[in-house]
């Protein structure tokens, strides 16, 4: 069974733009990951989320949390031709599962 | 942060050959490793957990017998494909959990699998 699930499934933005991409989850956790992968490439950790947090950033990166909803967002600001790539949440409930994440294409 | 790596990035083999996948923790200790695979344009699917010591736990639909887990120590654990045939070819990435640092999760880099 998949735990975290992504939404939207696509995404198509010009450059500049921000993009936002949300996620919802089951049962509770510790912790909440996002990753990005890029096509054929292995999966890259962007930012970790504990469950006594609420928003935490990272460069151009904003993730929300909000466990009483069991969702998180993720929101990329500005964002580059080089951020088109898929992006993944997974939870951490003693094992990791990932969505099905959305693929976000950002146009020059 | 910490590392995980996996042997070897890319493998060609043929029908009915026997391909091992390695995955090592190179500066941790991982209790708990994981083995995904990924189908073109598909997400990532989680095909078994593998605790240090132990039997793996095979997700449903994933046949234990076709793919050989084993995780004989903390910082190193094999999938071997039995058999393999054209539909396995696909992408299998690991990963690892150090437990005593909050359960983050590191990936390797993934093996991409060709069977002809």
């Known amino acids: 069974s998949q735990q975290g699930e992504e939404d939207p499934q696509a995404l198509s933005i010009q450059e500049g733009e921000n993009a936002t991409m949300n996620c919802s989850y089951k049962?509770?956790?510790?912790?909440l990951q996002w990753y990005r992968q890029n096509s054929g490439r292995g999966l890259v950790h962007l930012i970790l989320?504990?469950?006594?947090?609420r928003e935490k950033h990272s460069g151009r990166l904003r993730v929300t949390l909000d466990t009483s909803k069991k969702s998180s967002s993720l929101l990329i600001t500005a964002s580059r031709a080089a951020d088109t790539a898929s992006y993944f949440c997974?939870?951490?409930?003693?094992?990791?599962?990932f969505g099905a994440g959305t693929r976000l294409t950002v146009k020059p | 942060g910490a590392v995980v790596s996996q042997h070897p990035s890319r493998v060609i083999c043929k029908s009915g050959t026997s391909v091992k996948i390695e995955c090592r923790s190179l500066d941790f200790q991982a209790t708990t490793m994981f083995w995904y695979r990924q189908f073109p344009k598909q997400s990532l699917m989680l095909m078994a957990t593998s605790n240090e010591g132990s039997k793996a736990t095979y997700e449903q639909g994933v046949e234990k017998d076709k793919f050989l887990i084993n995780h004989a120590s903390l910082t190193l654990s094999t999938l071997t494909v039995t058999s393999a045939h054209p539909e396995d070819s696909s992408f299998y990435i690991c990963?690892?959990?150090?437990?005593?640092?909050?359960?983050?999760?590191?990936f390797g880099p993934g093996t991409r699998l060709t069977v002809l």
């Open positions: 049962t509770s956790i510790n912790n």
């Open positions: 990963s690892a959990i150090d437990r005593p640092i909050y359960n983050e999760q590191f």
């Open positions: 997974a939870t951490d409930a003693n094992d990791m599962r």
């Open positions: 989320i504990r469950s006594n947090e």
